[in-house]
């Protein structure tokens, strides 16, 4: 199983990125797709997750109004766009994939991380 996750970058305070992550190796009906983050010095924590049909998803309260998960299940993909970005946003972005409803700190999968910084 690999989950390859790409979009990020550098930008400043108010600009856009759209983070997405295609998964493969193996079948991923019914799984959940999504996304945590982890800061310099900071745990990793949660950001968003959508179940297979798309009928749950959730976001952190930090993010909520301001980023959009979304998936295409032909692609096996998981996207997160991120708009009006703040500086507390910069960190490593993993994606994960859980054959649950909603990825945990526990997901069975997860990719290398793409670094999102943005400056002030």
């Known amino acids: 199983v690999q989950l390859q996750a790409s979009g990020g970058g550098l930008v400043q305070a108010g600009g856009s990125l759209r983070l997405s992550c295609e998964a493969s190796?193996?079948?991923?009906?019914?799984?959940?797709m999504g996304w945590y983050r982890q800061a310099p010095g900071k745990e990793r924590a949660f950001v968003a997750t959508?179940?297979?049909?798309?009928?749950?998803?959730n976001y952190a309260a930090s993010v909520k109004g301001r980023f959009t998960i979304s998936r295409d299940n032909a692609k096996n993909t998981v996207y997160l766009q991120m708009n009006n970005l703040k500086p507390e946003d910069t960190a490593v972005y993993y994606c994960?994939?859980?054959?649950?409803?909603?990825?945990?700190?526990?997901?069975?999968?997860w990719g290398q991380g793409t670094q999102v910084t943005v400056s002030s």
């Open positions: 994960a994939v859980d054959r649950g409803v909603t990825i945990t700190s526990s997901s069975d999968y």
């Open positions: 190796g193996r079948d991923f009906r019914p799984y959940a």
């Open positions: 959508i179940s297979y049909t798309g009928g749950t998803i």
